[in-house]
């Protein structure tokens, strides 16, 4: 969505050179021009937003930042924080909490005090949105756009989705809710949900929406080959040091690259 390709996610998955990190950054630390990735820390990718955002209106940039976390994170400190700058500053940020109902095994209501996440900004306008309709996502950042781009400051949204796997390789996703709750989030799965519309208003048939999954599938398995073909990084230098300096402007010491001379006098 990002400008990323299908192969630079699993070859960084992989640990692989190609990489969207080199294979260096892993599920947490994934990053490209106009995409800045996750954090590793609950919540760290709220102040590191806010300061993109401020970076953009210091520079009179014609961007906004959005700025996404979850309802787990929503409870850290730094995200209070970061509002209060944010709205102090009146930066070019929409604040978006995925709100899937569990924080790693908890649930929402065992978490918070108030789970009317879109309400968290107090003094920052909110908006909850239906994040299981494509559509209606697609409307509610588009008006946050336009609304943050004529300088009214920043917005924060509540996107009440659903997580219907585990929250991590290690988690089954079934040891704190029941099977019968997975099935009926799953009549309001997104994607069912907007080919339906598609068929409902005709903008496609069964057929072609059945030839447009085959082709996707097929896109997806041919990316996974070429990502486990992917070379692994080279236990050299160059790749230790990789995005640590500009190529060419490294400094004349670098500790463990290169020899230095001291003399006392």
Not at 9 to 14: F, K, M, N, Q, R
Not at 43 to 55: D, E, Y
Request: aromatic share 10%; net charge negative; hydrophobic share 30%.
């Amino acid at each position: 969505m990002r400008g990323a390709s299908i192969q630079s996610i699993l070859g960084e998955l992989l640990g692989r050179q190609g990489g969207i990190s080199y294979g260096k950054g892993g599920s947490m630390h994934m990053f490209r021009e106009a995409f800045f990735g996750g954090n590793g820390i609950v919540g760290a990718s709220v102040p590191v937003g806010t300061g993109i955002a401020l970076a953009q209106k210091y520079q009179d940039s014609p961007n906004i930042t959005v700025n996404l976390y979850g309802d787990g994170a929503a409870n850290q400190g730094q995200v209070h924080e970061a509002f209060n700058m944010a709205k102090l500053w009146e930066l070019p940020v929409l604040f978006g909490c995925e709100n899937n109902q569990y924080g790693m095994g908890t649930s929402v209501d065992r978490a918070s005090a108030s789970t009317d996440y879109y309400k968290r900004g107090q003094y920052i306008p909110g908006l909850r949105v239906n994040g299981m309709d494509v559509l209606a996502v697609q409307a509610a950042v588009q008006h946050a756009r336009n609304y943050i781009k004529s300088r009214n400051g920043p917005l924060v949204y509540e996107f009440q989705t659903y997580r219907f796997a585990g929250h991590s390789m290690s988690d089954p996703g079934v040891g704190y809710r029941t099977r019968e709750e997975l099935k009926s989030k799953r009549e309001s799965d997104p994607i069912s949900l907007f080919k339906q519309k598609l068929l409902d208003w005709k903008v496609h048939t069964d057929e072609e929406l059945d030839e447009l999954e085959k082709g996707i599938r097929d896109k997806v398995k041919k990316d996974v080959t070429e990502a486990e073909n992917m070379p692994e990084p080279e236990p050299n230098g160059d790749t230790l040091f990789q995005d640590i300096y500009v190529r060419g402007s490294e400094p004349p010491y670098m500790r463990g690259r290169t020899t230095y001379e001291t003399h006392y006098y």
